[in-house]
Structures are given as C-alpha cells and as structure tokens.
C-alpha cells in the first residue's frame, strides 16, 4: 500500500509540474483586464500581433446565454491569428442576471468603440475590426455587424464618439432572434425553456416573460439580429451543428439549433447580403471551409 500511495504521489507531482509547465508555456495578453468602461465587469485582454503597419483586430465576445461566462480562451483558437499579423482581443461583459439588456450587447459595443480608440497606441487598423463568438458572443456580433452605427458624435466621452462598425463577423450557434413569439414558431416550446429568453429581458420565468411581453416586446425585437440585415452591412460566416430535429428536443438544442442560421441565410440571400451557412451534410460555402478561413481572408484583405 505505501509503494502504491508513493507511486500515486508521483504521478500527482508530475501533473502538477505538467500543468504549471502548460500556464508557463501561455501565450500572455500585452494588455490583460484593461478597463474599458465604468463597470468592473467591463475588462479587456489585448493581444499585440507583430508586422508593418498597424495590424487588424479580431476580437472574441463569449458565449453563455448573456448570464455567465469569461473571455478566457484556449490560445489554439485565436494563436493562428496572432502568427497571421492579426491581433486579438477578448472582451468580458455585464450579465443579465443583474444587468438586463441592454447591457451585455451595449456593453459589447463600448468595448469595440475603446479597441478604436486605442488605434494609435495599440497599433490598429479600424478598416480591419472583426468579430468572433459562440452562442450569446455569436447573437451579440451578429447584431454589431448588422446594426447602425452607435457613435454619437456629440458625446462628452470619446470613447462614445468612435464607431461600433466592423469588416467581418464569423460565429457559431449564434440566436438570430430571441423574441419568444417568433422563435417558438421556428424551433417549438422547449426553445423557450432557456433562461437566456427571460433573463435577457430580467424576468426570473419564461412565464413572467411572456405574460410581462408588450412590456418587453421592443427589447425582444431591438436585439434580435435578424431585424437589422437590410443588406448594406459587411459579411457574416455562421456554423451550426446538424441536428435538424423540430421541434427542438431540448433547452440546450433549442437555444443553438440550425434553422437559425437557415432563417439568416433565407433573408441574406433576398437583401443579396453576403452570407455563409455552414452546417455539415445540410449547407456549405462554395468559398469558405472554416470560420478561420473566411475570417483571415477579410480581415487580411488589402
């Protein structure tokens, strides 16, 4: 038994050495939980990527329904960026479990406005901002891309005179609405059990939601994404899993489920929006394999 207990804390000791190897080996932001407005919750990581001139900027808003979640990421998944010449930037947010909307998408938005502000210092180019993210990250840069422009000119602040627009957006499992009077129509009930639906709008139920939804109706419709495509803005990638199953089976197949991305591309392709739908076996590019891919070559263009 002690052979065995000293061999179990050999092992323990060589994870340890592994892990703390592994955060040794991190890529570090050049600027970590930067303020960038006047809440704690609304921080930055800024990662500077090397090359003449200044560089673009991809930058990644994170999922979890707008009620939880970090900027924190894997640096697999913004590194090939970085070894591109493109900069990175990952953006934490207020959630709605005591800040409703419009909070985490405005919030959003201040954070692409002071990336812009730190054009000079940080070396960005602002002809080449775009946007990233999963599930609440997606339906929040989906809704910058596609909605007008939030500078106010006349602010006494200078973050708020700089511009909310972007070049790109690349997202996955994004909600395209979350009014519950159109989604229950397109994905049946169980979308509707997703408390990103009534907590975006602070309601503790999906039952308060809907009996309280005249009172909400303009929030519902305001950050739906889909409301805003008109066909004048710039391009958007969007990848899905491929259960087409309706009704949704669940909350969770629900809140990420593909006919989102399809009612998307149905109204991109009648505004001659350009619109990419990846869904393995259900849609594809005729330009574009990868998020990546599609999101290197706009933010790369000349």
């Known amino acids: ?14 994870s340890a050495q592994v892990f703390a190897a592994d955060e040794a080996n991190q890529l ?15 921080v ?3 990662y500077q990527a090397e090359g003449e001139g200044k560089r673009p900027l991809l930058v990644y808003i994170h999922g979890g329904g707008w009620t939880g979640g970090d ?46 502000s730190k054009a000079d210092e940080w070396n960005i180019n602002t002809d080449r901002i775009a946007l990233t993210g999963s599930s609440a990250g997606a339906c929040t840069s989906m ?8 500078a106010d000119p006349k602010a006494k602040d200078p973050v708020l005179r700089e ?12 909600q395209v609405s979350i009014d519950p009077k159109v989604i ?8 509707l059990k997703h408390r990103m639906i009534n907590m975006a709008v602070g309601e503790k139920t999906i039952e308060g939601a809907l009996k309280n939804y005249d009172r909400h109706r303009s929030l519902y419709r305001e ?33 990420h489920h593909p006919v989102y991305g399809v009612k998307m591309k149905e109204k991109a392709d009648k505004h001659k929006h350009e619109c990419h739908l990846l869904i393995k076996g259900v849609s594809k590019s005729d330009k574009y394999t990868s998020a990546n891919e599609f999101l290197m070559d706009k933010l790369l263009a000349p």
Not at 28 to 38: E, I, L, N, Q, T
Not at 81 to 110: E, M, Q
Not at 184 to 191: A, D, I, K, Q
Request: proline residues 9%; contains cysteine; charged residues 20%.
């Open 184 to 191: 229950e129509g397109w994905l049946g009930p169980n979308v």
């Open 71 to 116: 900027k924190k990421q894997k640096q697999e998944n913004f590194k090939p960026f970085l070894d591109k010449g493109i900069s990175y930037a990952a953006i934490n947010y207020r959630h709605t479990g005591k800040y409703p909307l419009p909070a985490p998408v405005h919030d959003a938005a201040r954070g692409i406005q002071f990336l812009r």
């Open 1 to 14: 038994m002690k052979h065995l207990a000293w061999i179990m804390m050999l092992m323990l000791i060589g």
């Open 28 to 42: 570090k932001p050049k600027h970590a939980d930067v303020s960038y407005g006047p809440y704690p919750e609304m």
């Open 44 to 46: 930055l990581d800024f």
């Open 143 to 150: 809704w910058l891309l596609l909605h007008d422009d939030l």
């Open 223 to 255: 950050f739906s994404p889909y409301n805003h495509l008109d066909g004048s803005d710039p391009p958007l990638l969007m990848k899905y899993g491929n259960d087409m199953t309706l009704p949704s089976k669940d909350k969770g197949h629900g809140i």
């Open 163 to 174: 511009s909310t627009r972007v070049c790109a957006a690349a997202v996955s499992g994004g």
